[in-house]
């Protein structure tokens, strides 16, 4: 398996624009995160789906974000409209419910300007 | 809500000798206490976890310990090498369910040849 994959891994906009990200877990996996990654705030958990349903949305800043997963093998966090407090790296990690660890894609790099 | 304090935010040590990261928690109801490691533009992966029925676990030159009652835990690596150099993060969570990860702030190490 190729991992869990993310794209784009480099995102740049400006104020305003909508931004979409996009993620395929890891073939099986039941548990899809987001995670938003700054300097300020470290890594914070944003969402996550069991079984492709949305679970906790707690950790979502604004109703500008919104996150889907259509089917197993997709999920999508959308930021409308943008903003410069939006720039951040944003990761999407998948688990299985059998075991613990959760498996990080690369990364996509939000710079909005 | 669970909260998870890290020390040191940098740490350098000369190559070979060991290097200790230290990790509190506030809630007394996690029971899972996994550490990543996170390269430069990648995401996260993990190195060793433990569980609050462990007070200690080893994984080559890699060891966590536990401490319940104070509820803290470290990460000890010892015989440094130039590869460890990352930055480490901490984590808590419920062993149930999604495990809804809570991360330290991270420590950047750098291993000096």
């Known amino acids: 398996d190729a991992g869990v994959i993310q794209s784009p891994r480099h995102e740049v906009t400006e104020m305003g624009q909508e931004v979409t990200l996009r993620c395929k877990p890891i073939?099986?996996?039941?548990?899809l995160f987001w995670y938003r990654q700054t300097m300020m705030r470290g890594l914070e958990l944003l969402i996550y789906?069991?079984?492709?349903?949305?679970?906790?949305d707690s950790g979502m800043p604004e109703d500008r974000f919104s996150a889907k997963m259509p089917n197993a093998s997709f999920s999508t966090l959308k930021i409308q409209p943008s903003e410069p407090r939006d720039s951040a790296v944003y990761f999407c990690?998948?688990?299985?419910?059998?075991?613990?660890?959760?498996?990080f894609g690369p990364g996509t790099r939000l710079t909005v300007l | 809500g669970e909260n998870v304090e890290q020390h040191p935010s940098t740490l350098s040590v000369q190559e070979g000798d060991s290097a200790v990261i230290k990790c509190t928690y506030s809630?007394?109801?996690?029971?899972?206490f996994p550490w990543y490691k996170q390269e430069l533009g990648k995401g996260p992966q993990l190195i060793i976890d433990i569980r609050s029925n462990v007070g200690e676990k080893k994984d080559q030159r890699i060891a966590v310990t536990l401490n319940k009652t104070a509820k803290h835990f470290s990460l000890h690596i010892t015989e440094t090498q130039p590869e460890d150099s990352a930055v480490y993060f901490c984590a808590a969570s419920m062993m149930q369910g999604a495990q809804k990860l809570v991360f330290g702030q991270g420590t950047r190490l750098t291993i000096n040849p």
């Open positions: 073939s099986g996996h039941d548990y």
């Open positions: 809630d007394s109801a996690s029971n899972y």
């Open positions: 789906f069991n079984n492709n349903v949305p679970i906790d």
């Open positions: 990690a998948s688990r299985t419910s059998d075991y613990n660890e959760q498996f």
